[in-house]
C-alpha cells in the first residue's frame, strides 16, 4: 500500500461509521466493471426481473427499493456496532 493509499485509510477509520459506509459505497462502486455483463448473466437477470414482476402482478408482492434496502441495512449495522459496544 502506498503511502497515499495509507494516509486515506487513516482518515477513513477515523470517520463515524455512516460516513465511512459511505466512503466504502462510492469506492466498491468505482470499481464495477464497465463491461457488459456476459450474455448468460443478462439472461439471468431478465428471468429473475421477470419472475419479480410476475410477483407483484399475481400476488400484490412489494419489494424495497434501494434507498429502504440501504437505509435498514445501515440501521442493523448501527443496532450490531451498539450491541457489541453495550456487551
Same mark, same amino acid.
Given at each position: 500500500m502506498t503511502?497515499?493509499? +495509507?494516509?486515506? *485509510?487513516? *482518515?477513513? *477509520?477515523? *470517520? @463515524? @461509521?455512516? &460516513? +465511512?459506509? +459511505?466512503?466504502? +459505497?462510492v469506492l466498491c462502486d468505482s470499481l464495477e466493471d @464497465? &463491461? @457488459?455483463?456476459?450474455?448468460? !448473466?443478462? !439472461?439471468?437477470w431478465r428471468a429473475e426481473i421477470r419472475r419479480r414482476l410476475d410477483d407483484v402482478a399475481r400476488e400484490g408482492k412489494t419489494? !424495497?427499493?434501494?434507498?429502504e434496502s440501504l437505509a435498514k441495512a445501515e440501521r442493523h449495522l448501527a443496532e450490531r456496532r451498539h450491541a457489541k459496544k453495550s456487551g
Open positions: 503511502e497515499a493509499a +495509507r494516509e486515506v *485509510l487513516e *482518515l477513513a *477509520l477515523s *470517520l @463515524p @461509521p455512516e &460516513e +465511512r459506509a +459511505r466512503v466504502v +459505497r @464497465p &463491461e @457488459p455483463a456476459s450474455p448468460a !448473466a443478462e !439472461a439471468a419489494y !424495497a427499493t434501494w434507498d
